[in-house]
């Protein structure tokens, strides 16, 4: 998920997040979401979005890691406003995925020794429920509906005309996927960087090693997006278009764009900011 600012002159610059049945999508102060209930009806609700960083928003880490804790509480407001949203994770198969692999990691974690070998295997495993996610249900649909919506309104596209949105690329610049190899290289060698100073680290530590991780790997994602022809944005962001290209999203279908304008529009309309002629 991205942070929502302004962009082309005053078009919103906004973060989103696939459902499992609709489209999730939020903006500088407003989130909306949209999903195909069983019996076929389209639902929409719109809310607003909690900000947590204060002063901390200036302080480099913080910043991003603050910036991501907002757009998780979202999550649980879309969920209680909107109870006919199904969430990726909600799933048996995903749930048992990711049950299974929590305990696979605490067995691994516990033994005294380990490398980096074993350490690199947790972090694909970890990626194992999400994969599950995707390839089950119609995730990975509306996860190129949320790319194709984004960025057809952003590039100054009509966000109600169902060819503009099916035009756009289903890969985007900002997707969560950029994060995914470098949150892996940098829990990898931080966990090898803190076994060279504390033999046995605890939990506390190992949360710490995370976070800064999470943090360094966000503030890689933000220099990305500010300079978005360097070589080093090149190199930051082929896995992850890979991944959304072979894995991480499919095309819509009709009636999947359907509910991306819906969510879209009602984003809009809770910002204020409809286009001109809208």
Known sequence: MAE?????GDRLRMGGMALENGLLVYGPTKWAA??????????????????????????????????????????????????????PFESAKVAGAAAATMGISMAVRHRSKRGIGSEAALSLLGMAPALISLKAGETAQYHGVEHKAIAAYELGGDP????????AAKEHERCGSHLVAPMMIAGIAGDAM??????????????????????????????????????????????????????GTREPTPAQIEVGRAAISALLEAEGALPAGA
């Open 160 to 167: 109600n005309d169902p060819d503009v949105i099916e035009a």
């Open 194 to 247: 803190m076994r060279q100073i504390v033999a046995k680290p605890g939990p506390m530590a190992q949360v710490g090693v995370g976070l800064a991780g999470a943090a360094t790997s966000i503030e890689m994602f933000a220099y990305a997006e500010r300079h978005p022809d360097s070589t080093f944005t090149r190199l930051f962001r082929a896995p992850g278009f890979k991944l959304q290209e072979a894995i």
């Open 34 to 87: 949209a999903v195909r209930a069983k019996n076929g009806e389209l639902i929409v609700r719109s809310g607003k979005v909690p900000r947590l960083r204060g002063p901390l928003d200036s302080v480099p880490g913080i910043r991003g890691v603050m910036r991501l804790a907002e757009s998780m509480i979202v999550v649980p407001l879309v969920r209680f406003k909107l109870p006919q949203a199904r969430l």
């Open 4 to 8: 929502a600012r302004t962009t082309n």
